[in-house]
């Protein structure tokens, strides 16, 4: 079993900056790839960035966000520069088996409650 707890999201201005962490607990949690997805008004949830052997991102991410593991808070966390409107949405933590993440993933095995992000024009 693991746990997902995501913290971070809020509203910003295009240009902004805002920075996602995710909690990840459970026995058997560094077995799981981990990663950050998200679902844009009228789009189906996407898989932004992961993080597990190698580190992928969406080509509509690539060069503005970074997906990192924080070892002393025990998080995995999304910087987010350079926010685009086209960036809001609800953002959602996931862990996938197994360890390292492949390439193209089409089974999430846990979600995380989501966090809100909301990027004004």
């Known amino acids: 079993q693991v746990q997902l707890a995501e913290s971070g999201g809020g509203s910003v201005q295009a240009g902004g900056s805002l920075r996602l962490s995710c909690a990840a607990s459970?026995?058997?949690?560094?077995?799981?790839?981990l990663g950050w997805w998200r679902q844009t008004p009228g789009n189906e949830r996407e898989r932004v960035a992961t993080l597990g052997g190698t580190t992928a991102y969406s080509d509509s991410v690539k060069g503005r966000f970074t997906i990192s593991k924080d070892h002393a808070k025990k998080t995995l966390d999304l910087q987010m520069n350079n926010l685009k409107p086209e960036d809001t949405g609800m953002y959602y933590c996931?862990?996938?088996?197994?360890?390292?993440?492949?390439?193209?993933?089409?089974?999430?095995?846990?979600w995380g409650q989501g966090t809100r992000v909301t990027v004004s024009s």
């Open positions: 459970g026995n058997t949690v560094s077995s799981y790839c």
């Open positions: 996931a862990a996938v088996k197994w360890w390292p993440c492949a390439s193209k993933i089409t089974t999430v095995d846990y």
